[in-house]
């Protein structure tokens, strides 16, 4: 069975750091590209990044390019979102999600999700 | 950036009902369009693919159509797992872009 298990949330200061971690299980990680998506409390879902299988290859929005950068490691089947110079419009629920396939997939599992929020 | 423009906002329907949920793209995607179901507190959950693919496990009174721009989500006979909110993605480009979604309650 597919899993992934993100971790890493909590609150952060305005202008902080702060390291998303995402478990993965049930499939050949490597194979697959993964991406975060994030949603703020009662809003829509906004995609903030993805990664490549072999981590060559990042994709970021706009929002968030330049402060937040997408890792994996695939020996231990995990993935990363280190979030840098975080702001008030940052505060969302984070959800790691595995592609079906290649970058051009789908989101076809997701996690649980972990909360983050930019407070004073 | 592709705009996805989902309608309506709210959907006020009885269980056994048909639910038709709209999806409009502001330029072309051709068939890169995927809708995806989210319950209070949980995660999005894939439905459909590729504008009118089941993804697995996905019953059948779900059904996807629609290309180039406009995309329709049927529920043909509601049951009450399925009062939930709806969201449409894209993939035809970068950024990725999901609608503002449908939320499908209970009359």
């Known amino acids: 069975e597919v899993q992934v298990l993100e971790s890493g949330g909590g609150l952060v200061q305005p202008g902080g750091s702060l390291r998303l971690s995402c478990a993965a299980s049930?499939?050949?990680?490597?194979?697959?590209?993964m991406s975060w998506v994030r949603q703020a409390a009662g809003k829509g879902l906004e995609w903030v990044t993805t990664?490549?299988?072999?981590?060559?290859?990042?994709y970021y929005a706009d929002s968030v390019k330049g402060r937040f950068t997408i890792s994996r490691d695939n020996s231990n089947n995990a993935l990363y979102l280190q979030m840098n110079s975080v702001r008030a419009e940052d505060t969302a629920m984070y959800y790691c999600?595995?592609?079906?396939?290649?970058?051009?997939?789908?989101?076809?599992?997701w996690g649980q999700g972990t909360l983050v929020t930019v407070s004073s | 950036e592709i705009v996805l423009t989902q309608s309506p906002a709210t959907l006020s329907l009885s269980p056994g009902e048909r639910a038709t949920l709209s999806c409009r793209a502001s330029?072309?995607?051709?068939?890169?369009l995927a809708w995806y179901q989210q319950k209070p507190g949980q995660p999005p959950r894939l439905l459909i693919y590729?504008?009118?693919n089941r993804a697995t496990g996905i019953p059948a009174r779900f059904s996807g159509s629609g290309s180039g721009t406009d995309f329709t989500l049927t529920v043909s006979s509601l049951e009450p797992e399925d009062f939930a909110v709806y969201h449409c993605?894209?993939?035809?480009?970068?950024?990725?872009?999901f609608g503002g979604g449908t939320k499908v309650e209970i009359k």
């Open positions: 999600a595995k592609i079906s396939g290649s970058l051009e997939g789908w989101f076809d599992s």
């Open positions: 049930g499939f050949i990680f490597g194979r697959y590209a």
């Open positions: 990664i490549s299988g072999s981590g060559d290859t990042t």
């Open positions: 330029q072309s995607i051709s068939s890169y």
């Open positions: 590729d504008a009118s």
């Open positions: 993605q894209q993939r035809n480009t970068w950024p990725r872009t």
